[in-house]
Nanobody, 122 residues
Framework: VQLQASGGDLVQAGGSLRLSCAASGMPFRNYVMGWFRQAPGKEREFVAAINRNSITRYADSVKGRFTISRDNGKDTVYLQMNSLKPEDTAVYYC?????????????????WGVGTQVTVSS
């Protein structure tokens, strides 16, 4: 099983980025997919998640700015990030949960990808 995240970059405040996470070696459509982030000196935190029926959940800090989506034909989950703020700066991780229910805690996800760095300059 492999989750490969990409799309992180340096962007100015107010800008946009789209992260992608390609999965392999797993029945992608059966998994809840989530995005988490970890800033320096802080704990890893929930950002967004999407279940097999494309029901989504977001952290309050990103609601209205970020959109999670999935393409089961491509085994890929996306995170569209708009109106980025300096406080969004972090390493972003995608994760997979073998359950129908969306989880908000990192320990509810059993599969993790290598993170991708997002840096938002002011």
């Amino acid at each position: 099983v492999q989750l490969q995240a990409s799309g992180g970059d340096l962007v100015q405040a107010g800008g946009s980025l789209r992260l992608s996470c390609a999965a392999s070696g797993m029945p992608f459509r059966n998994y809840v997919m989530g995005w988490f982030r970890q800033a320096p000196g802080k704990e890893r935190e929930f950002v967004a998640a999407i279940n097999r029926n494309s029901i989504t959940r977001y952290a309050d800090s990103v609601k209205g700015r970020f959109t999670i989506s999935r393409d089961n034909g491509k085994d890929t989950v996306y995170l569209q990030m708009n109106s980025l703020k300096p406080e969004d700066t972090a390493v972003y991780y995608c994760a997979a949960r073998a359950s129908s229910g969306i989880g908000y805690m990192s320990n509810e996800y059993g599969k993790w990808g290598v993170g991708t760095q997002v840096t938002v300059s002011s």
